[in-house]
């Protein structure tokens, strides 16, 4: 998705570590010296996550006819392997730059099977799977110590099953194996050792498809989100990284975020005695503001952080029972308030996070003889995790000043609502988004603690 990527544009330059520049103290008390941390060599990780499609699909019966529309969304639980060889060099204005090659190959356990909608003949499945997926990408991003925020992109293939199944005819069955592009972002730090963690989201393109079964045709656009943390081994390099104290996080802070965001909303529409079960898929950007708590004990960090954000997400592509019921669903805001538990590495703070989450949902529903709008309210919850990391603008701002990278997965349940004479709509909303954010720490400069 598209947005998300524009929603992390800022972590190739949102990324900072500056342990290695802090006062000398007395040698008694002073810590081991940390070495330069140099990203050039070759790598070999493993990483796993989830994925998410956003497959518009188009029913139309006879060709030309009537017909629906709805997106496809296989999810599920995605893993697999990565190599590839950095080389970081150093630039005169942005400081040291990484460039890469990667390549992977991932298993994937992205399906579904929920929509169900009908045709002129009767009840009409979609089953649609992706058992596995490939990138080969170049990498670019800022290196700022033993962080480094990039982007990627480059050549995306992958095995894509569709198949449908209507009443009274031949399944319409396809496999294959399609190939496209990538494009992404992430951000990679320093574990100790020669170990790195990373946290990434890949958006995947791989075409669109058109095909003709009898009388009928099916138009699908295939478009994957993926959401993933890595582990990374260095081999050879200039030697070994040693970790340098934990940072200081402890204290109040108050910042801003923005990214974007993708809908799986499964739902369903009920008119007289027929029903019809779909996928709504708002998507689009968000971006708000953050005020959080940290309390540390050692390299232990325990927090507590609220957020409002305001939301561009729509899907006004839906139509079901044949082109005679069109949604238009909105996501204008929504916000959280969350524990957070992290682990220093140096400056850098990995964390998880979860919590309360509520939201406004917005569902336009148009019929042949009515148009109703639902403004609903709803509540739920937030998981996530994230990168937490000293930040520096070409010298503008100062030690005070950190960036995160932070994946949510929002839950704010389901709601029901009548449309029309006798029309029923459900929804249940979930969110997935990735977002970056700066913070301003009030106490004292996150620096390490010696």
Do not use: C
Not at 223 to 244: D, H, K, Q, V, W
């Amino acid at each position: 998705m598209k947005k998300i990527l524009a929603g992390v544009a800022l972590i190739g330059s949102a990324v900072s570590a500056q342990a290695a520049d802090l006062a000398v103290k007395a040698p008694y008390l002073k810590a081991p010296a940390a070495a330069i941390y140099d990203w050039t060599g070759f790598y070999i990780g493993a990483n796993v996550g989830v994925g998410l499609g956003r497959d518009l699909t188009a029913h139309a019966f006879p060709a030309g006819g009537t017909f629906n529309s709805t997106y496809l969304q296989p999810q599920g639980v995605i893993g697999g392997g990565q190599v590839g060889y950095n080389w970081q060099s150093n630039t005169t204005f942005l400081g040291p730059l990484l460039i890469g090659v990667e390549a992977d190959i991932q298993g994937s356990g992205m399906s579904t099977g929920h929509t169900t909608l009908n045709s002129l003949a009767g009840p009409v499945n979609y089953n649609q799977k992706l058992d596995w997926f490939t990138t080969v990408r170049g990498r670019v991003g800022l290196v700022r110590g033993p962080v480094v925020g990039y982007f990627t992109g480059g050549f995306a293939a992958a095995n894509v099953k569709t198949t449908v199944t209507e009443v009274g005819l031949v399944p319409f069955a396809l496999s294959e194996t399609r190939t496209g592009w990538t494009i992404g972002s992430g951000v990679e730090a320093a574990l100790g050792g020669n170990w790195t963690g990373k946290i990434e989201y890949l958006y995947l393109d791989l075409g669109n498809r058109n095909d003709t079964f009898g009388t009928q045709a099916l138009r699908t656009q295939y478009r994957e989100s993926i959401f993933r943390a890595g582990l990374n081994y260095r081999i050879g390099g200039t030697g070994m990284y040693i970790t340098p104290p934990p940072a200081n996080w402890a204290g109040l802070y108050l910042g801003g975020n923005f990214g974007g965001a993708i809908g799986r909303n499964r739902s369903s529409s009920t008119v007289g005695a027929f029903t019809e079960q779909f996928n709504l898929s708002p998507d689009g950007y968000v971006g708000g503001g953050q005020i959080g708590y940290n309390w540390q004990a050692a390299n232990w960090v325990f927090g507590a952080e609220a957020d409002f954000q305001g939301s561009t997400q729509k899907d006004d592509r839906t139509a079901v029972f044949n082109s005679t019921v069109r949604y238009n669903q909105k996501l204008p805001w929504f916000g959280t308030a969350r524990g957070r538990l992290g682990y220093s590495v140096g400056s850098t703070l990995f964390y998880a996070t979860g919590g309360y989450a509520y939201g406004n949902v917005k569902t336009n529903v148009v019929t042949a003889t009515s148009n109703d709008t639902f403004n609903r309210t709803r509540s739920g919850y937030a998981v996530g995790a994230g990168i937490e990391t000293p930040f520096q603008l070409f010298g503008l701002l100062g030690p005070n000043w950190t960036s995160k990278t932070e994946y949510l997965y929002v839950d704010l349940g389901s709601t029901t609502d009548r449309f029309g004479a006798t029309g029923v709509t459900t929804s249940k909303v979930t969110e997935h988004m990735l977002r970056t954010g700066i913070n301003y720490h009030f106490n004292q400069p996150v620096v390490a603690k010696y």
